[in-house]
Every structure is written in C-alpha cells, then in structure tokens.
C-alpha cells in the first residue's frame, strides 16, 4: 500500500511539473507596439490609475459642440466597432470619443487590473472628466452596455442619456471574494496555456470570419474581420482576458439610480443576447425608449449603421 501511495504521489507531482512547465515549451508570434504607435490618426494615449488607455478623439469644428458622446464597446471589440456611426454624430455636431476597454483594443493589458463593472465605470468617469468636465451621453454595445448603465448609475448628474446596445445594465453588488476558479485561471501557467491556445486556434481570419457571422447574422467584410482581429495580436491579450474572472465590483450599483433617458436598440436576430434579455429591464425601468433593428444581429450598430444612427440622432437631439 506504501509502494502504491508513494507511486501515486511521484505521478502526480511529475504531472502538475508537465502542467506547470509544458505551456512555456511553445513559441508564440507576439506584437508588442512601440511608444511612439498610433493606430488611428485620432488616437491617443493616457495613463488613469496606472492603466494605459487608447482612445479616439474627434472635435466639432465650431467650439460650440452640441454634447459630448462617449462610445463604449462591447466584450472583444474596440473603438473599430463605432467605425459607422462617428461621422454621423461628428457632422451632427458632437464632440466624439470612442474609447478602448481594457484589455481590449489597443488599452494596455497590465497585470492585476480589476476589470469588474464598476472599476470599468469608475475608470473611464476619469478619462471623461479629463477631456471635458461637463454631460456626457454614453453609449455602450453588449458588454458596454453594463459600464455605460453603470457610469449612468454612478454620477446620473453628469449623465445626459444613455444609449443600450444589444444589452442592459442591472444592479451591481460591491464583492470582496475571488472564486477558486477565478484564481486557478488568472495562474501564470494557464495564462500562458490560454496564450498558447488562442494564438494557434482562435487568433486567426478564419476563426473571426466565423465568430462576426455569428455576430453579425450575416457574413462580414475583410476590412471587418481585419479591424477585430488586429489587436488580438498584442502580447498578453489572452491572459489579460483571463484576468476578468478575477475581477470584483468595487461599488454596488443600481439601475434605479440612473435618472436621465434611456434608448435600447436591439436586433431581432441577435443570438448572442437574445432580445428577450430586455424584458427583465423594461420591467424596472419602464420609461426606457425600446426599439428593435429588423433584421439586424448582434451588432445592429455596424451592419444596419444607416437605421441605427437615426435613431441615435434622432433620440439625443430631443431635449429632456
């Protein structure tokens, strides 16, 4: 019996040494950008509680803006998915910014960031007060959806309206614990697994081709498959990814601490949120403006941008 115990104990210590080390014996292609990268001509660059943050920036021409308006994407998107629907806000009058969420896009991807919804509300609240101190109108696409709801939620004062795409917001409790599991995949050898896997399986054309026709309930462009995949050739935008479970909310958050108008605009062939995800919302916040994109998947705001952006345009310029 001591024999077989001792032989299970070498057994399983020679596998967790195969587990713990085998990921590393995998070379990897990473893009590291330089200092001096701009990926957009309207990009920029700053530092917010240690975190660097890419954002985009378009001013009116006339000093005199109609409103800010702040674009937030989705989990797995960028300042990219806006692509459509800028100019139109732009030549209506707005001063734009579209910002990347960390780790997504062209944002950073440093260790040990809480990428909860609140800390995520809390984070671009700064980036927004230091490009203007004054209303913003925030919109945010599926998971953006959450932190536009919650920046909503957190300083309604400063809240203009908010736009919901293809997702809500709902109440956020403050949490003090990290799972087991949370912290079993935020471990360096998984993360380095997780880097391994996603650069030889899921990092690839053919793979975001399939994930946006899912998406987009129909089949994409390249120009389109090109502008999700590129910044998911960064170094550590896997692991970064991981991290999420790790997250806790720093702030508990309520939908009804969010005064100000509320569009929602949903596709009726999203599958990734079904549309009936709303009905839970509208139940609690009944005076929300609820419209439906026919035709339209998940990202009603790219493939049917025209119908789209008059509704956007047409919501934010009525006077509350």
Same mark, same amino acid.
């Given at each position: 019996? !001591? ?130 101190? !004054? ?63 996603? !650069?030889? !399986? ?119």
């Amino acid at each position: 019996m !001591k024999k077989f115990l001792k032989i299970m104990f070498y057994s399983i210590l020679v596998l967790l040494l195969m587990l713990f080390t085998l990921p590393y014996a995998f070379s990897i292609q990473e893009f590291t950008p330089e200092n001096n990268f701009k990926p957009f001509p309207e990009s920029h660059f700053v530092k917010i509680e240690g975190i660097k943050i890419h954002y985009r920036e378009w001013i009116t021409a006339s000093d005199s803006a109609k409103g800010n308006v702040l674009l937030i994407h989705g989990f797995s998107g960028s300042t990219f998915s806006w692509r459509k629907n800028i100019d139109t806000l732009v030549h209506a009058g707005y001063h734009v910014v579209a910002v990347d969420v960390p780790p997504f896009g062209f944002s950073s991807r440093e260790k040990k960031v809480n990428h909860s919804v609140s800390a995520n509300a809390l984070l671009l609240w700064k980036l927004a007060d230091s490009l203007n101190n !004054k209303q913003w109108i925030i919109a945010g696409h599926s998971m953006g959806a959450s932190i536009a709801g919650a920046m909503a939620a957190m300083h309604p004062d400063k809240t203009a309206k908010l736009i919901l795409v293809d997702g809500t917001f709902g109440d956020v409790e403050k949490s003090n614990k990290v799972n087991f599991l949370g912290w079993l995949v935020s471990t360096g050898p998984v993360k380095r697994l997780a880097e391994v896997i996603a !650069k030889k !399986k899921f990092y690839n054309y053919e793979k975001f081709k399939e994930l946006l026709t899912s998406a987009y309930a129909k089949e994409p462009d390249s120009l389109a498959i090109v502008g999700y995949l590129e910044p998911f050739k960064i170094k550590r935008t896997a692991s970064a990814i991981l991290e999420l479970s790790r997250s806790k909310e720093i702030q508990s958050l309520k939908l009804s601490d969010i005064t100000g108008p509320i569009l929602v605009v949903w596709g009726s062939k999203d599958t990734w949120i079904p549309i009936e995800a709303w009905r839970n919302f509208i139940k609690k916040y009944p005076s929300a403006k609820f419209e439906v994109i026919e035709g339209a998947g998940h990202c009603s705001m790219e493939t049917n941008s025209n119908e789209f952006n008059k509704l956007m345009i047409n919501f934010i310029s009525v006077r509350k």
